[in-house]
């Protein structure tokens, strides 16, 4: 786990003054995949893991950025010019990328991505400033936990917080978005963006992803979500995930012209896809089948949920994770064999894959009086059936990005939530603008 004190004081033996400090959450995808692309539903929950930002503004347009994780220390430009073509899924492009989103809304969009981001993120268009960054992360890497959208939000909010800018939650998660599509190369969805915004302890996020409707659903203390990672790297970026991304499209305009009511398969209905199976590939039909169906699933899964019908939810998850194996096909020989092992367990309602897929980590719902038991078997078993020494975890649902206000004296630091101003020391409701008027950030108050 990552200390913040502790990184506040190798930041200041590093650049030589006191940061202030920002994190961002990971997260698992209880129900929902592949929708969010498709202006679906998703409910996925904040881990309570996060990555950190130790931050400082410098007097120049330079952003020096060292990476705990990686070992390394790189400086790029504040306003770096949007490339050609993505550069890489590099750590350092996430940082350039957002970076480079917040400090230029001006231009247009790279073509490639025109319809993937919406919005032009307004009112943030102004440059940002220089800033030595020191990043630090116990979101595990490539493991499907969305360990890219907490650096992209949690450093997107650092440099706008620097640069004593209102932060609005949604645009930034937009330019996160943005920066994904424009320096990675990754044409994702808003879902791991905005859960980095919006998480809340307790709670998974009920997310409509065409109108940004959030309804936050408690989670039961009787309920325990198991992350179980195959220790087996997503490659997000291979062209998989955008090719299925380009499948759904295919499809929507082939609805489209039979039902002129379809923008995405959101508006679709499964009698709807069949009526027009004729003119589909095989491929086509089945991967628009997995989305409508799962729309279909999160929603049904979001009222099982509140009624605490934690059978039907399992089942629900079960139906998702087969989906995503036989037609959406981005699953792989381990998530299936973790998921199977998981399933075959007492107390265990539901298991899938969680996020993008082709490898990373499976999620298992289950009973709190057996998790330790579940937590157990699912490692030795997926030991033996893989010869892979699983992590498994049980996770609680965290808390979205937020400055962390570290107390005189580097002790006892607490979070101040966004939507919070400090103000003598006190946090007070300010609704969805954050604005800092007037740093500490020196003497060991990193706000
Ligand atoms: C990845 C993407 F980044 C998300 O936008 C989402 O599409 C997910 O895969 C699949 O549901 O995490």
């Not at 539901?350 to 298992?364: D, E, L, P, V």
Request: proline residues 4%.
């Amino acid at each position: 786990m990552v200390d913040p004190e502790d990184l506040a004081r190798e930041f200041e033996r590093a650049f030589g003054r006191s940061p202030r400090l920002y994190r961002a959450p990971g997260r698992v995808n209880l129900i929902g995949e592949h929708t969010d692309y498709n202006d679906g539903f998703v409910m996925p929950m904040a881990l309570d893991r996060s990555t950190w930002v130790a931050a400082a503004p410098r007097d120049d347009r330079t952003i020096v950025a060292r990476s705990r994780e990686y070992g390394e220390t790189m400086t790029i430009d504040a306003g770096t010019q949007r490339p050609q073509r993505p550069q890489g899924r590099h750590w350092v492009d996430y940082v350039r990328g957002v970076s480079a989103v917040l400090s230029d809304v001006a231009r247009p969009f790279h073509p490639s991505t025109r319809s993937g981001c919406p919005e032009p993120v307004e009112g943030q268009g102004r440059e940002i400033r220089g800033a030595d960054l020191l990043i630090a992360s116990d979101v595990p890497i490539g493991a499907g936990l969305s360990s890219s959208a907490a650096l992209e939000v949690a450093c997107g909010y650092a440099l706008l917080d620097l640069a004593n800018r209102p932060i609005d939650l949604v645009q930034l998660a937009r330019a996160c978005q943005r920066a994904e599509h424009e320096y990675a190369g990754t044409r994702c969805g808003l879902m791991d963006q905005m859960i980095a915004c919006y998480g809340r302890e307790g709670h998974a996020l009920m997310l409509d992803t065409r109108t940004l409707e959030r309804r936050w659903l408690p989670l039961p203390s009787t309920l325990r979500v198991l992350v179980c990672n195959t220790m087996v790297k997503h490659q997000l970026a291979s062209g998989e995930y955008n090719a299925r991304r380009a499948d759904c499209e295919a499809g929507v305009r082939v609805l489209a012209q039979r039902f002129p009511g379809i923008r995405a398969l959101r508006d679709a209905t499964l009698a709807q896809l069949d009526a027009v199976r004729g003119e589909l590939s095989d491929q086509i039909y089945r991967r628009c089948g997995h989305v409508i169906a799962e729309n279909a699933r999160v929603e049904a899964a979001a009222r099982a949920l509140g009624d605490a019908d934690f059978e039907t939810f399992g089942r629900l998850m079960d139906d998702s994770h087969r989906s995503l194996r036989d037609d959406y096909e981005v699953s792989c020989a381990e998530l299936d064999a973790m998921v199977a092992i998981a399933r075959g367990l007492g107390g265990v309602y539901g298991a899938r894959m969680t996020g993008g897929g082709f490898g990373g980590c499976a999620i298992a719902v289950v009973d709190a009086s057996a998790v330790d038991r579940a937590s157990r078997e699912i490692e030795e078993r997926y030991e033996s059936a893989s010869g892979l020494r699983p992590d498994v975890w049980v996770c609680s649902a965290g808390e979205g990005v937020s400055a962390w206000r570290l107390a005189e004296a580097l002790h006892h630091g607490e979070a101040l939530h966004h939507g919070e101003a400090l103000h003598h020391g006190e946090a007070l409701h300010h609704g969805e603008a954050l604005h800092h008027g007037g740093h500490g950030g020196h003497g060991g108050r990193a706000l």
